[in-house]
């Protein structure tokens, strides 16, 4: 019925086919009548302008209101995929995110990372590897961060359960903060438990004050 009112008999068609777009080829119209480009996916289509069915669309008139047209889409069959709402056919690979890559098989899909998995030990020159996201860059890229406590270069830090101490340093004490009576002297030394740089006191008198007069009472 719908054939007998759009297809008019005999046909009249232009001299000059369509240029069609690149991808879309040329096909015979619903009536089987003039020649026009095959509608590709997502585009409108109806009766008349037929979709292209050597990649397998058809047109779509689920999500089309009543007397409208359809839409270009993929033929749903059961060996199609269907990932976000969107459907992919046997065999297509897509890529739902940068980070990894899909093949759609037998009605599901398997996947693959497209980022690197690595793992980064610590190294001298990077005692402190971590993994971070990069504006702009799909995958997490390793950086250094720096190590929180400062150490002197020649000093190494080392952890209480290795069996070998680290090599010990230590500067000079200091002069006695106070010229008589109790003072305190500082030095900073790696000669600890764990072999950190720290600055350490001890109580230290260079000589005893002198008596106060009998004129001033202790």
Known sequence: QVCAQLCRRPCYCPWVPPRCPRGSPLVLDGCGCCKICARRLGEPCDFLHVCDQSQGLVCDYSS??????????????????EVNGRLYRDGEVFQPSCKV?????????????????????PTPDCPYPRRVEIPGKCCPEWICEAQHQQLLRDARAVSPLLPAPCQEWGTEWSACSATCGLGFATRVSNQNRYCRLETQRRL??????????????A
């Open 101 to 121: 890559q899909c093949h759609c098989s037998d009605g599901g899909f398997n996947c693959i990372p497209l980022c690197r998995e690595d793992v980064r030990l």
């Open 204 to 217: 230290c008198m260079v000589r005893p004050c002198p008596a106060l007069p009998a004129a001033f009472p």
């Open 64 to 81: 089309a209101s009543a007397g409208t047209g359809g839409t270009c889409n993929f033929e749903d069959d059961e060996e199609g995929c």
